[in-house]
């Protein structure tokens, strides 16, 4: 009997539509043909996705369980989307809410190398929540970033990540800005973990992780929905020794629940850490959203090591206790342009914050 | 002064609050830290975001037509994607709806190397629709896959793909499939062109690019969202004598337009042809967007080769005539479970779609 993935869809349609619909799911996820010219009994038994259960959600929608075959996937981690959700995503009125994923998947695919306890490891912090702030804005050359990370870094902050925003760019070449920030936080703040922006094709992708191992860095931040699922977990796989922190850029709103693709998806593949927009900030996210997703990032999950849920989007120093509270501690907060915004007191306000999350730990 | 991308957002917002919301759209959009706090000359002149327009669309929304300069996508088509896209697609209530590039742009990416002409010219047919079906269901080994594919070929069609869930999965693997598939199709029509599915990271697609063409292939087909824009635009370059189709798996609804999307970007990262559901099938699209997709692959722009729309998604023979209409003659027509259905008379089926095409191009 074939393994399955159970795909968890919410699909607004109504009572008497819903069973002919969750069939035509389950074909469309798996041999995308009618059932009826099927002739060879392997693909129907194995290989067309089948309708396990259909729960009415009394929300207009109904909540539809698929098992599709791990097979079909080819243990790729695009074909494994394309599996999940390629053609139905085109559907306005579906969501991939949730999926189960079988111990082969899990296996094959590895989930991250560090994980919340690496990260913990690297900034020393035992049992408090980390810290993080952000490197912008993109436009200013290598040296002058290379001036506010160490700023920041003389605040004390655990880590400093690129604005997602910083590339390949003429004014800053990642050859350039690498090298020189890695420098400036080293002399700022030795315990500082400094994550530069990974962008491009594979090829760019594993000279720049050349560069960064260069600088004497071991982790870097990538965006998984825009390089790609299949490059992020090949450089996950081809370099155990660099943590990885994944950006919600161009995932953040898709048919696909957040808890699952930037908590589950991208922890599978080997998201050390995964940013999020927190509730309240410059983004629309429910606290239910943020707890989930966080959930999915670091609970105990068969072998794969917890990742670390990493907030962010607006945040202040002021939102530090409540976030706490919110989130515990094994959490990382990220506050980017908040710190910034102080200017001449960048420093200071870096290490208030660092202050803040450092003396919760003991309250 | 800046040469800048204008990107065009749909905004869900009140007219009292719409100002503010399109400069912080600018701000997330470019440098996403309070503007207030950089003091650097040229990243507020040149790298800041800016609006350049508001405009009321009377349906509770606002056209914002926002600036972003050239130089802060690094010239890279995720990066593109991150400028135009990243964070803003977080918030539920925007949508990308269009974007303007400016000649440094297109010339950077370059767009299809074949398009319309050079697909029109592989399949000798130069005043009429050209014809596709897609080879399907996963699950069958290479042998009755290539049985299928040759059924189909028999009857005349000028392009066959595999279906989007061929991937290089046990039961088929791609170096098996490939050639198999090539030769009986070679066999049973030398004229109909076979468009191998590539998949995985930026090696596995170059070694399946590499298969393909020493099955004598010189097209495929690549569903850019899932393999990453970078990918799929690095195998267009490096492979100019491939004519490449883009497949919309995962990018069919998400808050980009699909003209956008499957129309413009796709074409201006190469994609020679591109698939899209058509309206009345199995999804949603309506006739508006249908349209203005086909408008966007296919109408002169610039420099760029025009691309081929290729309406699909539930399509049958019965069809033909109205899709015609429809589309003008500047189309591919892609019709696969509808052939598929026919078991037996398959081949029959083909012939009779391809006549219906073919022979339009009288009328």
């Known amino acids: 009997m074939a393994t399955r993935i159970i795909a968890i869809y919410h699909v607004k349609d109504s009572a008497d539509r819903i069973a002919a619909r969750a069939h035509a799911i389950a074909v469309e996820q798996s041999v995308e043909m009618p059932v009826s010219a099927i002739t060879d009994r392997g693909v129907l038994d194995d290989i067309v996705g089948k309708v396990e259960d259909i729960k009415d959600l009394h929300d207009g929608g109904f909540e539809v369980r698929i098992g599709l075959a791990v097979a079909t996937t080819g243990l790729e981690p695009g074909q494994l989307m394309n599996m ?20 082969p998947v899990l296996s094959a695919f590895g989930g991250p190398n560090h994980g919340l306890c690496g990260l913990r490891a690297r900034a020393g912090a035992q049992n408090r929540a980390l810290t993080c702030s952000a490197l912008k804005p993109q436009g200013l050359d290598a040296k002058a970033l290379a001036d506010i990370a160490a700023r920041l870094a003389a605040g004390g902050l655990d880590f400093i990540k690129d604005d997602h925003g910083l590339a390949d760019q003429s004014y800053s070449p990642f050859a350039e800005r690498v090298p020189a920030v890695a420098e400036a936080v080293r002399r700022a703040n030795p315990k500082t973990g400094y994550l530069p922006s990974l962008s491009g094709n594979l090829d760019q992708l594993r ?38 922190m994944a950006h919600p850029a161009l995932a953040g709103a898709s048919h696909i ?24 900030g410059r983004f629309g996210y ?56 102080a200017g001449p007191r960048m420093t200071e306000e870096a290490a208030k914050f660092q202050d803040a999350v450092a003396s919760a730990m003991v309250a």
């Open 257 to 280: 629940a957040p808890p699952l693709l930037l908590g589950k998806i991208f922890r599978l593949m080997g998201a050390d850490a995964t940013v999020f927009p927190n509730h309240g």
């Open 84 to 103: 999940l959700f390629g053609n139905s995503s085109i559907h306005a009125d579906i969501e991939l809410h949730d999926a189960e994923f079988p111990d």
């Open 207 to 244: 000279a720049q992780v050349k560069i960064a191992r260069q600088a004497g860095l071991n982790a870097a931040l990538i965006a998984p929905m825009i390089t790609g699922l299949a490059s992020f977990h090949t450089l996950v796989r081809e370099n155990p020794d660099i943590a990885f």
């Open 286 to 341: 429910s606290r239910q959203t943020c707890h989930a997703l966080a959930d999915a990032a670091r609970s105990p999950w068969a072998d794969l090591k917890a990742g670390v849920p990493v907030p962010a989007g607006g945040m202040t120093p002021e939102r530090v206790p409540e976030m706490l509270q919110f989130y515990g501690s094994d959490v990382m907060l990220l506050i980017g342009g908040g710190l910034l915004a």
